[in-house]
């Protein structure tokens, strides 16, 4: 029988958004980014109360459909414990819906808060694994709980009747490797996006996308002069750009000037790895065809406290 958590216990979660897919490395390649969201969860009498602040505020729901709440029940429920009541606070940083890992960086929050408060029962490897089933796949999520660059996969059970199994690893970051994302105000639905993807391609495109795969594994460690030639992609990038017309606009805009610019994750931000800044006159351009502009350092890993209320 699940431990009940005493009323009053507290745990603040602070982790880095994402992003994903870094051009070829679909559904794999993943880096946290410099931008936070922070959870608070405390464990009450009785009931659920949800407040949030910053994005989203005005869209996210306030009851058991968050998914930083369902993230914390999968979590206390794998840790085996039961809280009578939740009070949850979020401070929402990162842009809701914009390709920068703010779904993974809630389930995340949810699942950590959930470890914290039960005292830290669940391993790295099985917080990876609560937190990217919400999505599906591992990328985002596992840059936010490793921090760094990452590596993903995804192992289905040939069973096809056990869920699927997501594991992924670090890889180190060249230190003067920055983010730079040009981030459009509407949002992208990753579900819509995806269904414009093919279901199959060519065994050319394959091949061009595991070598640049390959490349962008090592220009992200030690040769960031490649960055440019490690997110060229042609599984997904030039599907989406029909229905991603203004990140299209900008990433070809970026590439042709030499930027590693890259679509991130689903969409629609525009991002653009790089040592040297982008010049301002391009960002000017940017914010004045109505994009944010977001100057952000690779994060490190997601950071939990405990505390009484």
Request: aromatic fraction near 4%.
């Amino acid at each position: 029988m699940p431990t009940d958590l005493p009323v009053g216990l507290k745990a603040t979660v602070t982790v880095p958004g994402s992003s994903a897919n870094l051009g070829p490395g679909f559904d794999t390649l993943g880096i946290a980014l410099g931008i936070f969201d922070t959870v608070e969860v405390e464990v009450t009498p009785h009931g659920l109360e949800v407040e949030i602040f910053g994005e989203g505020a005005g869209d996210l729901p306030r009851d058991s459909s968050h998914l930083v709440v369902k993230a914390i029940r999968s979590g206390l429920k794998a840790a085996d414990v039961n809280a009578p009541g939740l009070r949850v606070v979020c401070t929402n940083t990162i842009p809701q819906s914009r390709g920068l890992g703010s779904s993974a960086a809630a389930a995340v929050a949810g699942v950590v808060a959930a470890n914290t408060l039960a005292g830290g029962p669940l391993d790295t490897a099985a917080v990876v694994q609560l937190s990217s089933a919400f999505e599906g796949h591992p990328d985002n999520a596992a840059a936010s709980v490793l921090g760094g660059a990452v590596v993903s996969w995804t192992d289905v059970p040939v069973d096809g009747v056990s869920d699927p199994c997501y594991k992924a690893v670090s890889i180190g970051v060249q230190p003067d490797i920055r983010a730079t994302a040009l981030v459009p105000d509407f949002h992208a639905s990753t579900n819509a996006v995806r269904q414009v993807l093919p279901s199959h391609v060519t065994h050319i495109d394959a091949r061009f996308n595991v070598s640049r795969t390959a490349v962008m594994t090592v220009a992200i460690q030690h040769h960031p002069e490649l960055l440019w030639e490690g997110t060229r992609d042609r599984l997904h990038q030039p599907y989406r750009a029909d229905v991603l017309p203004v990140t299209s606009e900008w990433v070809n805009h970026l590439r042709n000037r030499g930027f590693a610019a890259y679509l991130s994750g689903a969409g629609p931000t525009a991002m653009v790895l790089s040592t040297e800044p982008v010049p301002e006159k391009i960002l000017d351009s940017a914010r004045e065809a109505g994009l944010r502009v977001l100057d952000l350092e690779v994060a490190g890993p997601v950071t939990s406290s405990l505390g009484r209320a």
